[in-house]
């Protein structure tokens, strides 16, 4: 069985990784605006419901756009989960507003509804609404709890291609941000879109973004080298004795090379704003992901299946609206120890995942410079002690799945720790 990396490149298939070797060898058509427009197309077509489409840089650039284009600043607030990463609190806090956390479900999850009612203030200006792994959230019932002057921007970073009620998420809300991300359902290795219906908005954000700061060309250097180099050093990621193998050496020389990149920046920790951000998608990835949008359906279909064979094997079925598709980017599981699975599957030649091991996947130094106060969402920093998530990518096959599960089913997490004084009021 071949190496797992849960975030090394998991969509990378041999089209695509030769693909970004042959943009490494053309970089006069890095800047290419043609090949943006088109992706952008490509993803209105996809998601329907006359949307319009903005590349850019990454999700949290498209989520700190459309703040500044609602005119949310100091004194509003933004309701986020904390069930997620701290790249989507930092552009509450670069457009001066308060973030305001909302816990979560154990059934999805998605934001917990009875938490949301009690935070929603008339200081709330707007809401991240989070389809966590790809379990789609209800948009309705959140906008029967917001009201109807909130804006609800929907964050598809674990699901695109998933539906609610015959709809793509994405399209429920009054916009929506797309992440391209290295380990997300497609990937441009960085990069992310907003979408919306509103033709106004979308022109708001055009002029909002401008023509600088530029995506460096050294970034689009790194994010091409980064499938072709994972495409190496998989196959022989164990070729060697011990520690001492190929694959661990080129990736080790890599990351001392800092060409691997880094998709959260050092400053972003201290919830400071990249110089670079917002910028225009370049050409070069978003050639990327055009080739990868061709397969999206057949990357959620492959986990989707893998998905039910991790549930049926680990008999853990989540709780999902009957009228929905949930595609599982990864599916996730409790376990008493995680630090122990990880390791063990690390020894049988797999990595798997630990969103969201802290709280907006942030060290403790980073919490109070994001707001977070300790004890208020309690069901998420208790499903954080627990969590792992396992892997459904197009490279993983359903013999892998059962090795995965095996060694999970060691060590579950019992539904009856879920009772008890002691253990969160699940609702």
């Given at each position: ?115 949301l009612k009690s935070k929603v ?151 400071s704003k990249p110089d670079w ?151």
């Amino acid at each position: 069985m071949k190496p797992i990396f849960i975030a090394a490149s998991p969509n990378t298939q041999q089209d695509d990784s030769n693909l970004a070797f042959s943009q490494l060898l053309k970089p006069w058509e890095w800047y290419d605006t043609e090949p943006v427009e088109e992706f952008e197309n490509e993803v209105e077509r996809y998601l329907g419901e006359e949307v319009n489409a903005l590349a850019i840089d990454s999700a949290r650039s498209a989520f700190y756009l459309l703040l500044k284009a609602y005119g949310i600043g100091k004194g509003d607030e933004v309701i986020l989960p904390s069930f997620s990463c701290l790249v989507v609190a930092n552009p509450v806090l670069w457009v001066g507003a308060n973030p305001v956390y909302v816990d979560v479900n154990k059934h999805d999850f998605n934001l917990d509804l009875n938490d949301l009612k009690s935070k929603v203030t008339n200081n709330t200006k707007a809401i991240l609404v989070q389809h966590t792994f790809g379990m789609p959230i209800d948009v309705s019932k959140v906008r029967e709890i917001v009201g109807p002057n909130v804006k609800i921007i929907e964050d598809t970073a674990h699901s695109l291609g998933g539906t609610l009620a015959g709809k793509k998420l994405g399209t429920l809300g009054d916009a929506a941000i797309l992440t391209f991300g290295i380990e997300k359902v497609i990937s441009t290795v960085r990069g992310g879109m907003a979408v919306t219906k509103d033709k106004e908005l979308i022109t708001k954000l055009r002029e909002l973004r401008g023509p600088e700061p530029v995506f460096s060309r050294y970034r689009i250097f790194v994010s091409l080298l980064n499938p072709v180099l994972w495409s190496l050093i998989t196959p022989v990621y164990y070729l060697g004795i011990g520690k001492f193998t190929v694959g661990r050496i080129v990736a080790g020389v890599s990351h001392w090379l800092k060409i691997f990149g880094n998709m959260i920046e050092e400053c972003e920790y201290k919830t400071s704003k990249p110089d670079w951000l917002p910028a225009k998608l370049p050409g070069a990835l978003a050639r990327l992901g055009l080739n990868q949008i061709k397969k999206l359906d057949q990357y959620n279909e492959h986990r989707i299946k893998l998905a039910r064979k991790y549930s049926d094997l680990l008999n853990r079925h989540y709780e999902i609206p009957d009228n929905s598709k949930h595609i599982y980017l990864r599916f996730p599981i409790l376990v008493d120890d995680p630090k122990r699975v990880l390791n063990k599957a690390k020894q049988m030649g797999i990595v798997l995942g630990d969103w969201y091991k802290n709280i907006l996947y942030a060290p403790a130094e980073s919490l109070d410079l994001l707001q977070y106060i300790e004890g208020t969402t309690k069901n998420a920093e208790y499903l954080a002690k627990h969590i792992i998530n396992l892997p459904t990518g197009v490279n993983v096959t359903e013999e892998a799945v059962d090795k995965i599960a095996t060694l999970v089913k060691e060590n579950m997490h019992s539904e009856k720790s879920y009772e008890g004084n002691d253990e969160p009021n699940w609702s």
